[in-house]
């Protein structure tokens, strides 16, 4: 019988549906492990072969786990809601909905056919009232809570108010947007209106002016990764910065927890660093500098209060409030000039940019706290509003930015010699002037910032502070297809629905654009009001919010009254075993922690940390092709050819081309202006070039999954997915390489049936060579899979097969345990096979080989025999012989007869499993 991938893997397929093989509920009676993949979007595109790759380990991974006797939860879903099918839907009036479903049903398609174990019950789609019901309670939650600083935690804005009513803020330690000072008094005489505003200050959820990514074509806001070089990722339309109001979600407040919480993470040093940089721990000193002829004053935040000798100009952020206040008549024009220009850079864009170099002064001057020296002014787009306090002192001798800001503009640069070592970190020691102070005199660097923020406090000057670079999430977008808010308005302040409202679904509008006034789509729909008639928030969720606990839904999909019962979350708790692309190291990761450290704070979830281990896949590169045109024709010439010619490289769709040779006859079928090409041949072929590059449509070189699927099978290519290189890594797509998985698949089939191709395995014992074999390789294996190295397990599956077809081994005890081992890395074959063997139940159902050291202990060992110190032959001996036998067995040998020529050897020195060395 031959082996037919197709008929195998549709029948499998069709049996774990069927069976409700991967189902999976709480047992309290066995461990569990929760495996999850990073929610997917589903595009119009499907799924290309370098999606699948995180995919097939966590597969890998769990069936694994399932076989170790784990309760294995390993679910999947759709983060559904997103700009791309909004965009559609603006282009082509057709429902959102409509593109998503047709989408995700594509994609279901396609993971199915690559035969991934998940528990199709509990899939979810973050489109789904009864799923989006969640996260507009959580955002309720949030919007009722307000963070502690002396607790560490969410507390009830009940808490707060009561606080409010008896002492007003005098108690009060609280994250918020401005600091506040009134009393009880006070309190009680504010309106309903002043309470509510004040209370914005301080929820989780809250409602203010703040600066934002705005796309004036596209009609919304959008977040950093969504904009490159000043344009939208999605149609590259001018993106501006802007002050609008906007939703937020206080994620600041979690600034140093969300560090602290790395400790106890099993993620790689590099991913904790790119957390740990983006939420930026910075201890330093608020310093107030008055601003000359004006009542306002400059703070500033630096963490080298020591070097404040050495400032020689300030800078502002051109989105700060006191650039208008301080900016003189003379100088108004540039800085409004200026500021326009600031507007097309995203943040992200200004803090990367190391080499621009911009700015402006504005006429103003500030006053040295320490020597009343008048200082100019400035500002400049490399100073961030929203970070520290929006200000900046300028060093330029101990700042590499400061620095060139201040070669670039001609200013002075003082070098700070006071701390012991500091001179180590100037940039230009000889062309400024040097400057010391008497109370920092022989300091060392450390001992020299201490004293600074001593002196600083002391003089009323300012505070010691620790500073966090995390941002609050900005949580408004201007678009119909997300989370509609659970919020509507009342004399124009915000108020949330009660949870028994809850969903507040998605109304229908007649258009998918801002309407004719400006307003987001939303605002098209008749009658999106409360019962009450009180008008509700028009902007709706950003697309994190449906991914930020989607882990927890998960856990108890169906559950009407809770996001997740406190017996299935007692009982999953948290993810044992995350797997996902580099790309959302930041930003989902930051918003996942904090609203699970949100949840756990308010008792709806165990654990404080929602991803135990985190691995981050590779990116599989697309391997693109080229055919080579004559210029001035239709003519094509071979790549070995091309040199005896001027031809013009171009890209063709990788999908005609196999193993580097072109499908002359579907080339001209690809494309009308290829229908009357001629070419110039090698060998009766047409050689295409290739390199590697990112996997693009534009570059053709995208490789559909199915085609691998229908050619090949789904074992074929899962197992090639995984033999391309270490999980993490990036590797090129080769599709030239995939014939030797394939026929690795064909030589397994054949292990397992006789020269007649009929299945055969016997009932005969093992021999010692084949159980040597299968627990070198349960040994191998298990160890690869425990270090996500698929690639080397691969390999050993390989020699392993030849290995026991060396033997003409056909037992079946060692066969059905090689299946086990496979059956996580190729499941259609094994489970196959593993029938054919006479098994009725599938082999998901049975348990993982157990390594027995006593089989690939060897009992023999092979020592190279020397004569003189020149290793002249092998021998084999028994592990039992003395040194002594050891010797006598060398010396009697007829090979050793040779070298001692009838002499007596002078001596033999023998060290036992390493060699045997004869002095004549």
């Known amino acids: 019988m031959e082996y037919t991938f197709k008929e195998i893997e549709t029948k499998w397929q069709k049996y774990w549906l069927e069976n409700k093989t991967y189902q999976v509920e709480v047992d309290t009676a066995k461990p569990k492990f929760y495996v999850l993949d990073m929610f997917p979007y589903p595009s119009g595109a499907g799924l290309h072969v370098g999606h699948p790759l995180g995919y097939i380990a966590s597969d890998i991974y769990s069936r ?15 983060d559904a809601y997103g700009l791309p099918a909004e965009q559609y839907a603006i282009q082509t009036g057709q429902h959102p909905a409509v593109t998503t479903e047709k989408n995700i049903k594509r994609y279901k398609e396609q993971l199915d056919k690559i035969g991934f174990s998940y ?87 809250y409602l203010a002016e703040t600066m934002v990514n705005w796309c004036p074509e596209l009609g919304t806001v959008l977040a950093n990764d969504e904009v490159k070089e000043g344009l939208s990722v999605r149609g590259g339309f001018p993106v ?30 590099s991913l904790k660093e790119i957390q740990k940089n983006w939420i930026g721990r910075s201890v330093g000193a608020e310093v107030n500098f008055e601003i000359q002829n004006s009542e306002q004053k400059m703070e500033i935040f630096t963490t080298r209060p020591d070097t404040i000798f050495g400032v020689t100009f300030m800078v502002l952020a051109p989105e700060s409030e006191l650039v208008q206040s301080i900016t003189t008549p003379d100088c108004k024009e540039k800085i409004e000039t200026y500021i326009e220009a600031t507007k097309k850079r995203t943040e992200r864009e200004r803090l ?24 100019p002014v400035w500002i400049s787009d490399y100073v961030l509003a929203g970070y520290g306090t929006g200000a900046i002192m300028a060093v330029p001798a101990h700042d590499s930015r400061d620095y060139a800001f201040a070669k670039h503009f001609d200013l002075p640069i003082i070098q700070v010699v006071s701390g012991g070592d500091i001179s180590e970190e100037s940039y230009d020691a000889k062309e400024g002037n040097s400057m010391n102070s008497d109370f920092l005199n022989g300091l060392d660097v450390k001992h020299a910032i201490e004293k600074a923020n001593e002196e600083i406090e002391a003089r009323g000057l300012g505070k010691q502070k620790i500073n966090y670079r995390l941002r609050d999430a900005i949580f408004s977008r201007q678009r119909y297809w ?47 009001k409360t019962v009450d008639g009180y008008p509700l928030e028009l902007n709706t969720m950003p697309g994190f919010a449906g991914s930020s606990a989607y882990y927890l839904r998960y856990m108890d999909p169906q559950n009407n009254s809770a996001l997740v019962s406190k017996e299935a979350n007692e009982y999953w708790q948290d993810v044992d075993l995350y797997i996902g692309g580099t790309e959302h190291a930041t930003g989902h990761l930051i918003y996942s922690r904090f609203w699970n450290k949100f949840l756990y704070d308010i008792n709806e979830v165990c654990k404080d940390e929602p991803f135990k281990k985190l691995i981050n896949q590779g990116m599989i590169q697309g391997r693109s092709n080229f055919v080579y045109r004559i210029k001035n024709s239709n003519k094509y010439v071979s790549y070995g050819l091309r040199k005896d010619y001027e031809t013009t490289p171009i890209h063709v769709d990788v999908n005609i081309v196999k193993n580097d040779i072109l499908d002359t006859v579907a080339f001209k079928e690809w494309r009308p202006e290829f229908r009357d090409a001629d070419f110039i041949l090698e060998d009766g072929k047409y050689h295409c070039g290739w390199v590697v590059e990112k996997m693009s449509k534009s570059m053709f070189n995208v490789v559909n999954p199915d085609v691998i699927v229908d050619e090949y099978g789904a074992d074929t290519l899962r197992l090639y997915e995984m033999f391309l290189g270490p999980l993490e890594a990036h590797k090129p797509w080769d599709t030239n390489g995939i014939d030797g998985v394939y026929k690795f698949l064909k030589k397994l089939w054949r292990l397992f049936h006789n020269e007649e191709n009929k299945f055969y395995i016997s009932n005969s014992e093992p021999t010692k060579e084949e159980l040597k074999v299968l627990h070198k390789t349960i040994k191998k294996i298990q160890d690869d899979i425990e270090r996500f190295s698929f690639n080397t397990a691969i390999s050993a599956f390989m020699i392993c097969v030849n ?32 029938a054919k063997a006479g098994n009725t139940a599938s082999i998901t159902k049975t348990k993982f080989p157990e390594f027995q050291q006593r089989f690939i202990q060897e009992d023999t060992h092979e020592y190279p025999v020397s004569f003189n110190g020149k290793m002249r032959f092998k021998l084999n001996l028994s592990l039992n012989l003395s040194k002594e036998e050891i010797e006598q067995a060398a010396l009697n040998c007829e090979q050793a007869q040779k070298w001692l020529d009838g002499k007596n050897p002078k001596k033999v020195i023998v060290v036992p499993k390493k060699i045997i060395n004869i002095v004549v």
Request: with cysteine; net charge negative; charged share 25%.
């Open 482 to 528: 997300g989370e509609p808010f659970p919020v509507y308005f009342k004399d124009e302040i915000p108020y949330v629905l009660e949870e028994n409202q809850l969903p507040l679904e998605l109304p229908e509008i007649d258009k998918y654009l801002p309407t004719e006034s400006g307003e987001p789509p939303l605002g098209r729909a008749t009658n999106w």
């Open 803 to 834: 290995e026991l077809n060396s033997l003409k081994c056909n037992n079946k005890q060692v066969l059905e345990e090689l299946l086990i081992l496979l059956a996580p890395f190729a499941p259609h074959i094994a489970e196959e096979l593993w």
């Open 352 to 375: 990367a940019d190391v080499k621009t170099i911009s700015g402006e002064f504005t006429g103003a001057y500030a006053i040295h706290p320490f020597t009343g020296e008048k200082i």
């Open 64 to 78: 694994y786990k399932t076989l170790q006797g784990f309760n294995v939860l390993h679910p999947m879903g759709y």
């Open 240 to 269: 501006e910065q802007k002050k609008m109001r906007q939703w937020s979600l206080r994620v600041s407040a979690y600034a140093k927890r969300l560090l602290d919480g790395l400790n106890n993470l099993e993620w790689t040093e």
């Open 119 to 205: 528990d199709w019950n509990r899939e979810i789609r973050t489109c789904n009232p009864d799923y989006y019901k969640w996260t507009q309670w959580a955002f309720i939650q949030m919007f009722n809570h307000y963070f502690d600083n002396n607790t560490e935690k969410a507390e009830p804005i009940t808490s707060l108010i009561e606080e409010f009513e008896i002492n007003g803020t005098s108690n009060i330690n609280a994250a918020c947007t401005e600091l506040l000072s009134f009393t009880a008094k006070d309190w009680k005489n504010y309106s309903e209106k002043e309470q509510q505003l004040t209370l914005l200050n301080y929820r989780l959820a």
